[in-house]
């Protein structure tokens, strides 16, 4: 019997390179919808085909799914976090959870780079005088980059890769992360409230787990430098958007930018207005090389462990059924 692929849901034009993986290994491949359907109907489109591997890039994969499908192998996340997906149903079914780690560091940390560059050259804010017809370099208040603190909030992969990148602009860099492994030269560790105490600016990168959930809320936004900036190219959840509103309102940030809210693909209204909020759409992560290896990587995993080898990034441990 050929075994069936789902793939739920991708934020791409099409499915060819997953089709060109999965059907050269001799797998079936079903897509569903380009855009991420409803939980429930997710569970539906699982109990119907009844996949041995599920792959999903936004749409959720719920406990219900992963019970629901009796010949589920594995859940392949088509991206890093795994919020999305029920990893412990997946646990205790005995199916394997995986992601692809690494596939967007140098977009992510580009990203953030860019809405610094953007704040302190006033990039957006001039554009959009001079298309309005200003043009007013007396009013510039531009900022020296090497003469502020820049404060990174998890550092993994890829806030280690900002940081590096930060270096050569000679700001002073601080870092928190209570899993980070040794220290990178010329950056501080140290504790969350005391880099938040000490930057200009801060730049996101916590994955969305329970213990990150709105880890940047109001009290911790009080303890910033006024008129800093806070960047978020992580998860919306890691970040109160209600209390990032209001810092901007009352001036404690004079600018945001971020790529990821809570509440996506809804923009709040008080955001949409502000000039100091930078916004784009969950695109940290994209670019022509790093969407070529998500999607061929993801696939992949699937054709791996549907032969019967290991995952190569398996994210949990399978509890085995005799």
Same mark, same amino acid.
């Given at each position: ?32 919808? &380009? ?17 041995? $591997? ?77 298309? &309005? ?17 820049? $404060?990174?909030?998890?550092? =993994? ?28 030269? =010329? ?63 009352? =001036? ?23 000039? $100091? ?11 022509? &090389? ?23 990034? =398996? ?8």
């Amino acid at each position: 019997m050929t075994k069936t692929v789902l793939l739920t849901d991708f934020a791409w034009p099409d499915d060819s390179i997953e089709r060109m993986v999965i059907e050269s290994a001799g797998l079936r491949l079903v897509s569903g919808p &380009a855009a991420p359907s409803n939980v429930s109907d997710i569970d539906a489109l699982v109990a119907a085909h009844q996949p041995h $591997g599920i792959m999903t890039c936004w749409a959720e994969v719920s406990a219900q799914a992963i019970q629901s499908s009796l010949p589920l192998e594995i859940v392949s996340r088509l991206g890093v976090g795994l919020d999305n997906i029920a990893v412990q149903a997946a646990t205790d079914r005995g199916v394997w959870v995986t992601n692809v780690p690494d596939y967007c560091v140098e977009e992510v940390s580009d990203h953030a780079l860019g809405f610094i560059l953007s704040w302190t050259r006033g990039l957006n804010h001039f554009d959009r005088e001079v298309r &309005a017809g200003r043009w007013n370099p007396a009013s510039a208040q531009l900022k020296r980059l090497a003469n502020l603190t820049c $404060g990174i909030v998890g550092f =993994g992969r890829i806030g280690r890769l900002t940081a590096r990148k930060l270096s050569a602009f000679g700001c002073r860099m601080l870092a928190y992360d209570p899993f980070s492994g040794a220290p990178q030269p =010329g950056v501080e560790p140290m504790d969350l409230d005391g880099l938040m105490r000490n930057s200009d600016i801060i730049v996101v990168h916590a994955p969305l787990v329970p213990a990150t959930k709105n880890l940047i809320d109001g009290e911790r936004l009080a303890l910033m430098r006024p008129g800093g900036l806070l960047i978020n190219v992580s998860r919306g959840g890691v970040v109160d958007t209600a209390a990032v509103i209001e810092a901007l309102a009352s =001036g404690r940030l004079s600018a945001v930018g971020l790529d990821v809210l809570e509440s996506e693909p809804l923009v709040p209204d008080e955001l949409r207005s502000s000039p $100091g909020a930078m916004l784009t759409p969950h695109v940290a992560f994209s670019s022509d &090389a790093s969407l070529e290896e998500l999607r061929r990587r993801a696939a992949e995993e699937v054709v791996r462990v549907l032969s019967g080898q290991a995952p190569h990034e =398996g994210c949990n441990q399978p509890v085995r059924h005799s």
